[in-house]
């Protein structure tokens, strides 16, 4: 389960990526000051659903591997098998898993950028 604990590292440079041009985005077509934690609030949500999509499957190979490893003779082996199942056997669990990660997510983008603006006042 080493090899894909690092592709690990993946999802959260795409999480960033994806949030700060959703940031953007979302300031732009909106451009109200007001709303800004909110928009922070669902970039964060957002950015972090569209990480996990991308990087989902490595997450369930790492576990089969951990969990099974006498089951499969290695990397490609578990990927292999996994494959036969479909798209069911990589994104298995996605959803228990999303509804665990949006909502914190998203509060943890809002207090960052709430921070951040109080740093810089202070700054």
């Known amino acids: 389960g080493v090899v894909p604990s690092l592709f690990g590292v993946s999802e959260g440079a795409i999480q960033l990526v ?7 985005l979302f300031s732009t077509m909106i451009g109200d000051p007001s709303l800004a934690s909110a928009i922070h609030f669902v970039a964060g949500s957002m950015s972090r659903a569209i990480s996990t999509l991308l990087t989902y499957p490595y ?6 591997l951990m969990a099974h490893s006498s089951s499969y003779k290695g990397l490609i082996d578990c990927i292999q098998k996994t494959k036969e199942e479909g798209l069911s056997g990589f ?4 959803v228990p898993n999303l509804t665990r990660q949006l909502a914190p997510a998203g509060v943890f983008f809002a207090v960052y950028h709430i921070v951040k603006q109080l740093l810089a006042s202070y700054l």
């Open 91 to 94: 994104y298995g669990g996605l």
């Open 18 to 24: 994806v949030y700060e041009n959703l940031v953007r």
């Open 59 to 64: 997450q369930v190979i790492r576990s089969r």
